[in-house]
């Protein structure tokens, strides 16, 4: 199995809205990522998860909050979004960090549309 | 900070003919690797070719290969016999060997194949 799988695929939110964006890995991966692309960009990095310890692109604003509940599951959890915010989240998985990166997988996103 | 650059917004090529993507790098790392994503329509970055730098030999992927200039920090891709498959959006992206795998992708170029 070399999937990331997302769901959902498409979510429409609201501005007061909470809704919650899911990832999931079963290769064994020690870190996952999300990231966002914006119509006609290339993704930017919002945080990064690796041996239990979360780092955090500083330029992400806090209505975005990841959770990781154990090693193969990243959640990415959405509260009082912005319609700037709509974009296509992608998520990532590899099978270490630094010396031991090789390749990013990632997922098919999530397109997010914010109303 | 490293930065990717990639000079061609589109590009476009006949069918089984041959193409070269542009993409030139900046960073004062030594330790670092170099990839091509590929994202279809689908949405899903699929990676195309991955190059270390502390490797001369330049990588080969079936029809797809780099021209790696590690002094011009330079790193180019070609595909051969293009196909209508290879139609996409093209990322060059950098990553360097003491980070947490955090990619940084250039702006992309957008390949259409003619039939």
């Known amino acids: 199995d070399t999937e990331v799988t997302q769901t959902p695929k498409h979510l429409v939110m609201g501005m007061t809205n909470k809704k919650s964006l899911k990832c999931e890995q079963h290769?064994?991966?020690?870190?996952m990522y999300w990231y966002k692309q914006k119509a006609k960009k290339p993704p930017e990095l919002m945080f990064v998860?690796?041996?239990?310890?979360?780092?955090i692109n500083e330029s992400v604003p806090s209505r975005f909050s990841p959770e990781c509940p154990n090693s193969s599951l990243l959640n990415l959890h959405l509260h009082a979004l912005q319609p700037e915010d709509s974009a296509l989240y992608l998520c990532?998985?590899?099978?270490?960090?630094?010396?031991?990166?090789?390749?990013?997988?990632f997922g098919q996103g999530t397109r997010l549309t914010v109303v | 900070a490293q930065t990717v650059t990639q000079s061609q917004p589109e590009m476009s090529v006949q069918e089984a003919e041959t193409v070269t993507l542009s993409c030139t790098y900046d960073?004062?790392?030594?330790?670092?690797?170099l990839f091509w994503y590929k994202q279809p329509p689908s949405r899903q970055m699929i990676l195309v070719i991955r190059?270390?730098?502390?490797?001369?030999q330049n990588a080969t992927e079936n029809r797809f290969s780099v021209n790696f200039q590690k002094a011009a920090k330079s790193f180019s891709l070609k595909i051969s016999d293009s196909q209508l498959g290879d139609a996409a959006m093209y990322f060059c992206?950098?990553?360097?060997?003491?980070?947490?795998?955090?990619?940084?992708f250039g702006k992309g170029t957008k390949l259409s194949v003619k039939p």
């Open positions: 960073t004062s790392e030594s330790d670092y690797y």
């Open positions: 990532a998985s590899s099978q270490d960090v630094g010396q031991g990166f090789t390749e990013a997988f």
């Open positions: 290769m064994g991966h020690r870190a």
């Open positions: 992206a950098f990553v360097y060997g003491g980070s947490q795998g955090n990619l940084i």
């Open positions: 998860y690796s041996y239990e310890k979360l780092s």
């Open positions: 190059q270390e730098a502390y490797k001369q």
